[in-house]
């Protein structure tokens, strides 16, 4: 059953002892341009692969796609770029913070997203599994839950590894190249048959030079998910649905 009380959930404080934390971890790799941005997600289940790529090359002021296969079909027709500023920036700010909390503030909540959770549970009776035996009227009160929920429960909610033992798992990972050849390795996971388990693939770590650290960093993720084609294998995972069915789908 949803837990509507969130008072049961310690704080992420309360979950987690102090962990040295890498200041500017991105300082070396930054004194390069980017040049490259390679977006790869695969879903591999017991019966099904599914590799999907997206390979930006930079242009002057702006990056455009070299390639983008998508079910092992070139999508010749998207065209989608964005400012080499734009990306700098968005680096500069991961550079800083990129363990930032995860707020309820990060994240805008429609009443569209909510009538599409009761919407799925009314209509896919499969999905039912995806919600935790919750009832449609704990759906509904969905909007009340989180409401009450601070900050720190929010935060520990969204970076809890969930594992159910399914075998299909979805991966995505974002290669940013620069001009020295040193890669930005952003990476995340979902080990898990039901839908909206792992929002933004939380959690997220990077790899660069030595260091091997957590991401929360939403902005690179929304950045991330913006880049890819509408139907890359796990686009779906980068939406703000996914966000509250995770929550819905939280038990104690």
């Excluded at 930079?58 to 983008?68: C, N, T």
């Excluded at 065209?79 to 707020?103: E, K, P, R, V």
């Excluded at 993720?221 to 996914?242: H, I, Q």
């Amino acid at each position: 059953m949803l837990l509507l009380s969130v008072a049961a959930i310690l704080p992420v404080s309360a979950q987690q002892s102090k962990k040295a934390r890498v200041d500017r971890p991105l300082d070396d790799f930054l004194s390069y341009s980017v040049d490259r941005v390679t977006i790869i997600t695969t879903t591999q289940g017991c019966f099904h692969f599914q590799e999907d790529t997206v390979d930006y090359v930079r242009s002057g002021a702006r990056f455009e796609i070299e390639k983008a296969v998508v079910k092992n079909r070139d999508l010749l027709l998207y065209n989608h770029t964005f400012l080499a500023s734009q990306l700098d920036s968005l680096l500069q700010d991961f550079n800083l913070h990129y363990d930032t909390a995860i707020t309820k503030a990060m994240f805008s909540f429609e009443p569209e997203d909510y009538d599409d959770i009761i919407k799925d549970y009314k209509e896919d009776g499969w999905r039912e599994f995806a919600f935790r035996n919750s009832t449609s009227q704990q759906v509904k009160d969905l909007a009340k839950t989180i409401k009450k929920m601070d900050d720190s429960h929010f935060c520990h909610i969204m970076t809890t590894y969930f594992m159910d033992g399914c075998t299909t798992r979805d991966h995505f990972e974002a290669r940013i190249v620069n001009g020295h050849g040193d890669t930005l390795l952003i990476s995340g996971e979902d080990a898990s048959c039901t839908m909206g388990q792992h929002p933004y693939m939380l959690p997220v770590q990077f790899k660069v030079a030595e260091y091997t650290l957590p991401c929360t960093h939403i902005p690179i993720l929304r950045f991330l998910a913006d880049a890819m084609p509408k139907n890359m294998v796990t686009k779906r995972n980068f939406s703000e649905k996914y966000v509250l069915m995770r929550v819905l789908g939280w038990k104690n």
